[in-house]
């Protein structure tokens, strides 16, 4: 069944300050980690991807933290912009597989 | 996201009435997927098609729904005989041949179906 989840459905930050999105998955098999960006009335954007065998990595103001000892997930955004405010989800794969699974959802909010 | 492209992106139909959303892959872009979103929810998947080929249903509805990629133009999600709980965002999304990797899906907008 769908295995990832979010811990907070909202999220609210300061302009300018970091943002920490966070996801927890069930399925210790999923070998491949998406974040996706949803703004309002448009399909999820492709932000940044893990493999299972890695436990970080780096894009331009984002990083993805992979914990599989706990089966968690983040995402981080440095100096949140007002064109960040959407709705993030984290999605897992198997590689062998073709569905993504997503979780629910965060809704981060930007505060002037 | 602009290059998957569906349309219609909004689609309004009575109960009863056939659905159709169209989705045209990014180029060079051999795999396609479905997903339906309900408001304020994740994408759910329904199924997984190459060229000509359906490779994984096991998200759609036995019933009503089937899909299609032909050889030439643009996968079709068919609805029949729509009812109300149809009323959802239907995304599509490809990526090129995946061979032994993984590669991010890219979605286009999708398509707003609402039935009255």
């Known amino acids: 069944g769908e295995s990832v989840g979010l811990h907070l459905p909202t999220l609210s930050v300061q302009e300018g300050d970091n943002s920490i999105i966070n996801c927890a998955y069930s399925n210790s098999a999923s070998d491949y980690f998406i974040w996706y960006k949803q703004e309002s009335g448009k399909g999820p954007q492709f932000i940044i991807d893990i493999r299972s065998n890695m436990d970080k990595r780096q894009g331009q103001r984002v990083t993805v933290l992979l914990n599989k000892t706990v089966k968690h997930l983040s995402l981080q955004i440095a100096a949140t912009q007002p064109g960040d405010s959407a709705v993030y989800f984290c999605?897992?794969?198997?590689?062998?597989?073709?569905?993504?699974?997503f979780g629910s959802g965060t809704r981060l909010s930007i505060r002037p | 996201n602009a290059g998957v492209m569906q349309n219609p992106r909004h689609l309004v139909r009575r109960r009863g009435q056939e659905a159709r959303l169209r989705c045209s892959p990014m180029k060079g872009h051999s795999h396609v997927y479905w997903y339906r979103q309900l408001p304020e929810e994740g994408l759910k998947f329904m199924v997984y098609l190459q060229k000509e080929n359906i490779i994984d249903e096991s998200g759609m509805p036995k019933e009503r729904f089937s899909a299609e990629f032909p050889k030439e133009g643009p996968s079709i999600l068919r609805i029949q005989q729509v009812v109300r709980g149809d009323s959802a965002a239907y995304f599509c999304?490809?990526?090129?041949?995946?061979?032994?990797?993984?590669?991010?899906?890219?979605f286009g907008d999708g398509t707003r179906l609402s039935i009255l």
């Open positions: 999304a490809s990526s090129p041949e995946e061979g032994t990797g993984v590669m991010p899906q890219h």
């Open positions: 999605a897992e794969k198997y590689s062998s597989a073709s569905k993504i699974i």
